[in-house]
């Protein structure tokens, strides 16, 4: 990615002026950690719900990941791509049926109760499967989870269920969380939710709505030596431009999910003692896509979803409303996924006289205005840059003589006419990518799913060989021949396309010089932050 | 002397005809200067102002003309701030004409439900109507007036309920006139002059409220405004601070203009009236 040169041009040239002064100093400095101080950051939402295990998104893990730990984490160099968190390992039954995992030993909860396989069993059994929004699809064959002794859990699945796609959640779905805590009373309904506790390396210390969220060292952490700050404050700031402004005033360390506007960054990558990173989001990427109502008779057919397709100018998106700090995409897989990505797919270069000409084609001619159709075009209102891309899309559409209207709603509003109502005709989404393309990216594509599931195929489009396909790799458990599968899935969306792929793209952290070991894993932002340090 | 030379005696009157005039002016060459969607990509994206003289106010993050954008935003601001002022006058003073002569009932009724409007802020009933019945050019100039309308409301009746008492009433009684041709044809034109004196109040406050609802993201997304102009250029105000600060400026002379304009009506009428 640009984004990533421009940085990297950057430390390289801020390391060398470092080299030439105090080389030494600066190298033995960098590599021990100190020991306490408060990180003071900003934070764009107050979620309600703190419970990762029921509510798995960001918004929640960039709060409760510090305080509720997962089986495993992401990891750039570990093997299959995670690192052990609460699981030191993970095995997969040949024929798909079962998943041992050892747990680690002498895990205390943050109430001084032991951690043991019967918390796993809870939060698998009664919180995954049943209540966690991407639970429910990866964990629905789950039957049990067996404790022969306190420090294993062996999972049972009714039906063979790939030991891939597991590992693939395991950093996102498998929260544990307190048997002894939420045994009592409603789980939903559980205090703990507010107040979560947890394994971690922090503890919740208080909220105070629209002010801040201040968690606290767990001073029982099992990671020697961890963690290394004191206290974690989340100071909530709504307003996308005072992000900038206070990290500026020393009044915060960091801004994670470019809580820093993308065009802001290149002045504040200037100012002396801030770093722009565009590293450690590499496992939450989200894809920009134009969502498609194929109960429209003009968009039923491939040659005018063709038609678009050709009329939208990827490297002009990436370069305007991401500013660079984006990727092109091809499929509905992210370049930057290294299991399942294939390039061979059909692409669609931008090409307004052959857009034009696959209209004619298909029997939508200019009428004397100039205009062929009118579609209702619904931007997502979530981001910046998907509301950015609507407005592009309108003009990019415009230029083949369909004729888009915007119509801009709320984010509940947006949800509800997309999801449930179906009162559009072309819509932007932007859906996250997480590992692997049967927890969040089939979805999109499958027939069946009832009305009102969000962020799923609500377009009314239906393909037998797609949604066979889809099935069909669900069951395969050998993990090259189900990747292969999923290589055939990329193409034949690319080949239909159901919705259209634009760009991928992530987040940036800005932070004080003082803030160590950011970014050292692909959900960094996400991750539980044991060995952050704030030198100096 | 004449009214009209009376009227540009007053220099802030006269500041006022030529800044309305000139916005008028924008609004009407719009289409001639800029033809075709002033919300095309035109160039590269945030360029500052003065520098490529094809793209004299610069361009915004996407690469659109801020002039054109600036000029075609003004048919916006214009077309309702008047639509509104004209929705409100007119249902104020139908409902305060209505309320002051029949009087009694339907009096108290009509006048409790103008109370009621305006114990709400009609800024928040504009917001509220606007995210329920979703934006557009019509429902933002129909939640406007919505909160507008009871002002026009009072200061019709209390014309109204002075008039009602005058001879040529109770002659039009006489002659047996039906009361709701009395109301409109005798009393209403009679009580108009100073309900329209507020109409400069009105209209500036609509564009600003139509500006408010536009940066909270509520107007018409397929027509440029100046507020959502400034809501876009927000996110970059560190960087690009002329894509809020060019349409800001614009916004704060309108309603300028609109305001001079209407204060030098109303004292020409005053002085004219004293000295009758």
């Given at each position: 990615m640009s984004g990533f040169t421009i940085s990297r041009r950057k430390m390289l040239a801020g390391s060398a002026m470092l080299l030439a002064s105090t080389a030494m100093q600066i190298s033995g400095w960098a590599q021990t950690p100190k020991k306490g101080g408060r990180l003071v950051l900003a934070a764009d939402s107050e979620p309600r719900n703190l419970n990762p295990a029921i509510v798995a998104s960001n918004g929640v893990f960039f709060i409760s990941s510090k305080i509720v730990e997962t089986l495993a984490e992401a990891s750039f160099d570990g093997k299959d791509g995670l690192a052990p968190r609460l699981a030191l390992s993970w095995e997969g039954a040949p024929d798909g049926l079962s998943v041992t995992f050892k747990l680690r030993d002498g895990v205390k909860w943050h109430d001084g109760k032991p951690f043991t396989s019967a918390d796993v069993a809870f939060s698998a059994l009664q919180i995954w499967k049943p209540l966690q929004n991407l639970g429910r699809t990866v964990f629905k064959d789950l039957a049990a989870v067996e404790t022969p002794d306190d420090l294993t859990a062996i999972f049972k699945f009714a039906k063979p269920t790939p030991f891939q796609l597991i590992r693939n959640a395991l950093p996102a779905l498998s929260s544990v969380v307190p048997k002894h805590i939420y045994e009592v009373g409603k789980i939903e309904d559980n205090p703990a939710n507010n107040a979560p506790i947890g394994t971690g390396p922090f503890k919740f210390g208080e909220y105070k709505a629209g002010q801040y969220y201040r968690l606290t060292k767990n001073t029982d952490y099992w990671g020697k030596d961890e963690p290394y700050l004191d206290e974690i404050i989340y100071q909530v700031l709504p307003d996308r431009t005072s992000a900038a402004s206070a990290l500026e005033a020393e009044e915060i360390q960091l801004a994670a999910f470019s809580a820093v506007p993308l065009a802001d960054l290149d002045r504040i990558?200037?100012?002396?003692?801030l770093k722009v990173i565009s590293?450690?989001?590499?496992?939450?990427t989200y894809q920009l896509v134009v969502e498609i109502?194929?109960?429209?008779k003009e968009l039923a057919d491939v040659k005018v979803r063709q038609a678009i397709a050709h009329a939208i100018d990827k490297d002009f998106v990436v370069k305007t409303v991401f500013l660079g700090y984006a990727a092109t995409a091809t499929g509905p897989v992210p370049k930057n996924d290294p299991q399942f990505y294939t390039a061979d797919v059909p692409t669609y270069p931008f090409d307004v006289a052959k857009a034009n000409a696959l209209l004619d084609e298909a029997g939508y001619k200019k009428g004397p205005?100039?205009?062929r159709f009118t579609l209702k075009l619904l931007p997502a209102p979530y981001f910046n840059e998907t509301k950015q891309f609507g407005d592009y899309l309108r003009q990019a559409l415009a230029a083949i003589g369909i004729d888009a209207e915007l119509v801009n709603n709320d984010s509940a509003a947006h949800i509800k006419a997309v999801y449930?109502?179906?009162?559009?005709d072309l819509a932007v989404g932007p859906p996250v990518f997480r590992g692997d393309p049967a927890i969040s990216t089939t979805i999109l594509v499958q027939s069946g799913i009832p009305d009102g599931v969000p962020f799923s195929n609500q377009g009314g489009y239906k393909n037998d060989a797609l949604d066979a396909l889809i099935a069909r790799a669900s069951e395969t458990l050998d993990t090259s021949a189900r990747t292969d599968l999923y290589k055939e899935f990329q193409k034949e969306v690319a080949a239909d396309l159901p919705l259209i792929n634009v760009a991928e793209w992530s987040f940036i952290s800005v932070a004080r010089d003082t803030v160590g070991n950011i970014a050292n894993n692909p959900r960094w932002a996400v991750s539980n932050w044991a060995d952050t340090y704030l030198a100096g | 002397m004449n009214p009209l030379r009376r009227f540009l005696r007053t220099p802030e009157a006269v500041a006022g005809v030529v800044l309305l005039g000139a916005l008028i002016a924008m609004a009407l060459i719009a289409p001639l200067l800029f033809p075709g969607d002033p919300q095309a990509i035109a160039g590269p994206a945030l360029l500052p102002p003065f520098n490529d003289w094809s793209l004299p106010l610069g361009t915004d993050r996407l690469g659109r003309d801020v002039l054109a954008e600036l000029f075609h935003g003004a048919r916006t601001s214009l077309a309702v701030g008047l639509a509104a002022a004209a929705a409100a006058l007119a249902i104020g003073s139908v409902v305060g004409t209505l309320a002051g002569f029949a009087g009694g009932l339907v009096d108290e009724v009509l006048m409790r439900i103008t109370d009621a409007f305006q114990t709400v802020p009609s800024f928040l009933l504009a917001l509220a109507f606007v995210s329920v019945v979703g934006p557009s050019l019509g429902v933002v100039v129909a939640a406007i007036a919505l909160g507008t309308w009871t002002g026009p409301a009072r200061i019709a009746r209390a014309e109204v309920l002075s008039i009602r008492e005058r001879d040529y009433v109770a002659s039009a009684r006489a002659i047996g006139m039906h009361p709701l041709e009395i109301a409109f044809r005798e009393v209403l034109p009679n009580a108009l002059p100073p309900v329209l004196a507020m109409s400069s109040v009105i209209v500036a406050a609509a564009i600003l409220t139509e500006a408010a609802l536009s940066f909270l993201g509520l107007g018409d997304p397929n027509r440029v405004t100046w507020g959502g102009m400034i809501a876009e250029g927000r996110a970059v105000l560190r960087t690009a601070p002329f894509l809020s600060i060019v349409p800001g400026i614009a916004l704060v002379l309108t309603v300028l203009g609109v305001y001079l304009t209407g204060e030098g009506i109303v004292e020409t009428t005053a002085v004219r009236r004293g000295l009758s």
């Open positions: 990558s200037k100012v002396p003692g590293k450690g989001y590499e496992g939450l109502n194929h109960r429209r205005d100039g205009k449930t109502d179906h009162a559009f | -």
